[in-house]
């Protein structure tokens, strides 16, 4: 069974550019959640989508959107980088279905350097 | 707002030892907790999940514990292996599948 998987795993970018991360979650998962990991603040919450609804958010500027499509697959946007969004963009898959959080399993991630 | 945190940052231990990683929570009202295990430049791979309602998880040489009213899990690892090097992180849930993490702690196992 695949797991999760995220493309690109690597991308440079130049401050102003905006970037599109996106997320294969395992099949059958329908809910996909995003995570910012930074050496400074560790992973952090972004946002989280289930049949194509964002059920919750993080607290991120509005710099940072998502979206989820028919088939579970979700992108991330960043638009307008800044050097702080440098990261490592992290994807979470999860069977489950209700409001309660289920195991997640995580990709492994695309690293966005912004120069 | 919930807080997690681990304790040690960092731990080294000669290969072979049994070894117990701290995690500690501010709110106790969680759904689970969950251990992650993270290799240098990769992704989250998880190790074990406690359900609220459960006291503790075993996996292999691997057994979680938790205690909600303390907000406390810990992790034991037994007779622990060089490739057990990594970053150790855990993680609880308030529902919507939101994780609030800790910093990890960085464990190196040598041989």
């Known amino acids: 069974k695949a797991g999760v998987t995220q493309t690109p795993r690597y991308l440079i970018k130049t401050r102003g550019q905006q970037v599109t991360l996106s997320c294969s979650p395992i099949?059958?998962?329908?809910?996909v959640s995003w995570y910012q990991q930074t050496p400074g603040q560790g992973l952090q919450f972004l946002f989280e989508?289930?049949?194509?609804?964002?059920?919750n958010k993080g607290n991120f500027p509005g710099r940072f959107s998502g979206r989820q499509f028919s088939n579970s697959r979700s992108e991330m946007n960043v638009s307008t980088l800044e050097l702080g969004d440098s990261a490592l963009y992290l994807c979470?898959?999860?069977?489950?279905?209700?409001?309660?959080?289920?195991?997640?399993?995580f990709g492994e991630g695309s690293r966005l350097t912004v120069l | 707002k919930q807080e997690v945190a681990q304790i040690p940052a960092a731990l080294s231990v000669p290969e072979g030892e049994n070894l117990v990683l701290n995690c500690s929570f501010t709110d106790s009202a969680i759904y689970n907790l969950q251990w992650f295990r993270q290799d240098p430049g990769k992704g989250l791979t998880s190790l074990l999940l406690?359900?609220?309602?459960?006291r503790e998880q075993t996996s292999g040489r691997l057994n979680a514990s938790l205690d909600k009213s303390s907000g406390r899990s810990t992790l034991y690892i037994a007779a622990s292996q060089p490739g057990d090097s990594a970053t150790y992180l855990c993680?609880?849930?308030?529902?919507?599948?939101?994780?609030?993490f800790g910093q990890g702690t960085r464990l190196t196992i040598n041989p």
């Open positions: 989508y289930f049949s194509e609804t964002q059920r």
């Open positions: 993680a609880v849930s308030q529902g919507a599948q939101k994780l609030v």
């Open positions: 979470a898959s999860s069977l489950s279905s209700g409001s309660l959080t289920g195991e997640l399993f």
């Open positions: 406690i359900q609220s309602s459960q």
């Open positions: 099949s059958g998962h329908r809910s």
